[in-house]
């Protein structure tokens, strides 16, 4: 029994030295202490911005160039009274995140697009293709899970982002996007496929919707989503085999004493 105290001590030994070498690792993976997409910093004149602070400009724009054109022709295409009045709200809201995105992006020098990506053309497109019920269908699902889709992004820029401007815009953004998801699901349409990651007009959505025309940032989602890393379980490990030999050598007979 002396010989296995002595293998656990010497794995004791071993785990902490693991834990001390690794912990800045370990603590920044459990934790999540810098943060999401944080990345390279550029200088403003509104003072620094990461990646992922010039990431929601770029999205704010492009939500915008394609939801404004649709809450505009969700008046003459819809067929219930109540995507009307959603697609009307959408097109004001956008309309005012676009004038301020634009803005705020020019005095920082972040180059935006002018006109949507792919994918947000072919939900365009399939709505065009469409009136009454299934214009309202469409239009429901598709911006449902478009706004889904953004609302993390914008949640962790409002958290982490170290520069004021950008942070007062998250806010607004923020507000205006849980808003928006709320009117949607108020037309009583969304189906799974709006509470789905959003998929190209015509594409086949997986089962746990893996396809994704916009995805958050990976670091924004697994940090601990996954599980204890193995290094953890490891140190874990190790740890309940020093404890359970302390236990069984406190409870081992004694010899008996004549």
């Keep these: 029994m002396s010989g296995l105290w002595s293998v656990a001590r010497r794995c004791l030994v071993v785990a902490v030295g693991l834990l001390v070498l ?4 370990v603590a920044g993976t459990a934790w999540g202490d810098e943060p ?10 509104l003072g620094p911005i990461t990646a992922l602070d010039k990431e929601l400009l770029v999205k704010v724009r492009l939500a915008g160039l394609w939801e404004m054109p649709m809450g505009e022709e969700a008046g003459t295409r819809g067929g219930s009274q109540r995507v ?3 697609g009307a709200q959408l097109m004001s809201d956008h309309a005012f995140l676009d004038e301020r995105v634009v803005r705020l992006a020019g005095q920082m020098g972040v180059e935006l697009p002018d006109s949507p990506n792919a994918d947000q053309q072919s939900w365009m497109a399939e709505m065009r293709s469409r ?3 299934a214009f309202d269908d469409s239009f429901a ?9 953004i609302f993390p992004v914008v949640s962790t820029v409002r958290a982490n982002t170290r520069n004021e401007a950008i942070r007062q815009f998250a806010q607004v953004c923020n ?3 849980l808003k928006h998801m709320t009117l949607l699901e108020s037309t009583n349409m969304v189906t799974d496929a709006g509470l789905s990651k959003p998929v190209p007009a ?5 089962a746990q919707g893996t396809v994704d025309a916009d995805p958050v940032r990976t670091a924004a989602q697994t940090g601990s989503a996954d599980g204890p890393s193995a290094l953890i379980v490891l140190i ?5 085999a020093v404890v359970t030999l302390a236990v069984l050598r406190l409870l081992r007979p004694k010899a008996n004493v004549k």
């Excluded at 999401?36 to 004149?45: A, K, N, Y």
């Excluded at 015509?202 to 997986?206: H, P």
């Excluded at 874990?236 to 309940?240: I, K, R, S, T, Y």
């Design 22 to 25: 690794f912990w800045p690792t």
């Design 36 to 45: 999401p997409g944080s990345g390279e910093v550029s200088r403003t004149p």
């Design 84 to 86: 009307k009045d959603v």
């Design 131 to 133: 009136t009454g019920a």
């Design 141 to 149: 699902n598709r911006l449902r899970a478009a706004h889904g889709s």
């Design 175 to 177: 507000q205006i996007v």
């Design 202 to 206: 015509g594409a086949a959505q997986s």
């Design 236 to 240: 874990m490990c190790l740890a309940g």
